[in-house]
């Protein structure tokens, strides 16, 4: 027996980082402001760790969609595989050339090019799709901010959110 409607459980779940780092956040104020100076020290750092819960669950539930997109994608080892019903493909982060939001498709997809490979489109809402979040972290000099505030707002033309510079060559280490 459940206790919440479908649409509120998937609301929470959408959110869930941001809601343990609420948590998180005001048992660390409990041990700051209660027991005693003891407790105190391990309460910052609670209190700490809650706030950067909060961000970076606020970052990551403004990037999951609603899902049930057609699709579904897989990341392995830095290497992105989409199965589509009707195309599919991979694109090895390493190896990518540029990120497009494009936003003229409905439901918008992002679109991973890679030299000497047919650009891969991801629909937004594909099932898995919410594991690119991380995956785009890797790309060097991504603004997370902007793919965010773009994926947000919905444009109806293809936006670049992210291209390899010559600062950043193909194959180089990150570390």
Same mark, same amino acid.
């Given at each position: 027996m459940t206790?919440?409607r479908?649409?509120?459980?998937?609301?929470?779940?959408?959110?869930?980082?941001?809601?343990?780092? $609420?948590?998180?956040? *005001?048992?660390? !104020? /409990?041990?700051?402001?209660g027991? %005693?100076?003891l407790?105190?020290?391990? +309460?910052? #750092?609670? $209190?700490?760790?809650? *706030?950067?819960? !909060? /961000?970076?669950?606020i970052?990551? %539930?403004?990037?999951?969609?609603?899902g +049930?997109? #057609?699709?579904?994608v897989?990341?392995?080892e830095?290497?992105v595989?989409?199965f589509?019903?009707?195309?599919?493909g991979?694109?090895?982060l390493?190896?990518?050339?540029?990120?497009?939001?494009?936003?003229?498709m409905?439901?918008?997809?992002?679109?991973?090019?890679?030299?000497?490979?047919?650009?891969?489109l991801?629909?937004?809402?594909?099932e898995?799709?919410?594991?690119?979040?991380?995956?785009f972290?890797?790309?060097?000099?991504?603004?997370?901010?902007?793919?965010?505030?773009?994926?947000?707002?919905?444009p109806?033309?293809?936006?670049?959110?992210?291209?390899?510079?010559?600062?950043?060559?193909?194959?180089?280490?990150?570390h």
């Amino acid at each position: 027996m459940t206790f919440f409607r479908p649409e509120a459980q998937a609301a929470l779940w959408r959110w869930r980082e941001g809601i343990v780092g $609420l948590g998180v956040a *005001l048992l660390g !104020i /409990w041990l700051v402001s209660g027991p %005693g100076f003891l407790l105190a020290v391990p +309460g910052y #750092a609670f $209190l700490l760790g809650g *706030l950067v819960l !909060i /961000w970076m669950g606020i970052q990551r %539930g403004r990037f999951r969609g609603a899902g +049930g997109g #057609a699709g579904a994608v897989q990341i392995d080892e830095g290497q992105v595989t989409y199965f589509g019903p009707l195309t599919g493909g991979m694109v090895a982060l390493r190896e990518m050339d540029s990120l497009v939001l494009e936003g003229a498709m409905f439901p918008p997809h992002w679109r991973l090019a890679q030299e000497g490979q047919p650009p891969l489109l991801i629909p937004v809402n594909a099932e898995g799709a919410d594991a690119l979040f991380d995956a785009f972290a890797t790309l060097p000099g991504l603004k997370t901010e902007r793919m965010l505030t773009m994926l947000k707002t919905n444009p109806h033309q293809a936006v670049l959110i992210w291209q390899r510079g010559p600062l950043h060559p193909r194959g180089a280490l990150l570390h």
